[in-house]
């Protein structure tokens, strides 16, 4: 099995969407490692209010190469394997320094929808503030 994730946050629409994906992990088998780190910029105000839309979201696919017999055509086809959703707020109020955390994945909707199967952990810490320079 070879896995990638996909990494976005929902509910900011002043930063726009940031979504950021991982390398594929070849070779994991049913329980994947990865080291990578993300940054992304966080509108305060939204932490202040919290908006449980405003969230970070991993998606994790399965990668793998289809082969076709027929004029011998190979395709990448991807997977979906689950979701994770985590308030944000959730982890600003929890951060100190570095956290190491594991959340359920969520399998997709075409398979047993709302139950959960593996967890995901991850590790993260909220860096500094900086202001934004005002667009013209």
Same mark, same amino acid.
């Given at each position: +099995?070879?896995?990638? &994730? +996909?990494? @976005?946050?929902?509910?900011?629409? %002043? $930063? #726009? ?9 070849? $070779? ?12 992304? &910029? /966080?509108?305060?105000? /939204? ?5 449980? !839309? ?8 399965? +990668? ?6 027929? &004029?011998?055509?190979? %395709? ?5 394997? #689950? ?10 109020? @929890? &951060?100190?320094? +570095? ?11 075409? %398979?047993?929808?709302? !139950?959960?199967?593996?967890? /995901?952990?991850? !590790? ?13």
């Amino acid at each position: +099995m070879e896995v990638s &994730a +996909m990494v @976005s946050l929902q509910g900011d629409t %002043r $930063n #726009g969407k940031q979504k950021k994906g991982t390398e594929i992990v070849p $070779n994991c088998d049913t329980n994947p490692t990865d080291t990578v780190s993300m940054s992304f &910029a /966080l509108d305060n105000s /939204l932490l202040a209010q919290h908006n449980p !839309s405003f969230s970070i979201v991993i998606k994790l696919f399965c +990668m793998g190469t289809l082969h076709f017999n027929i &004029a011998c055509l190979d %395709r990448i086809h991807v997977k979906p394997i #689950g979701s994770v959703h985590v308030p944000l707020k959730d982890l600003f109020d @929890s &951060a100190n320094d +570095m956290k190491l955390i594991s959340f359920p994945v969520q399998l997709p909707y075409f %398979r047993c929808f709302g !139950s959960h199967q593996g967890e /995901l952990t991850f !590790s993260y810490k909220f860096g500094d503030k900086f202001e934004s320079s005002p667009s013209l």
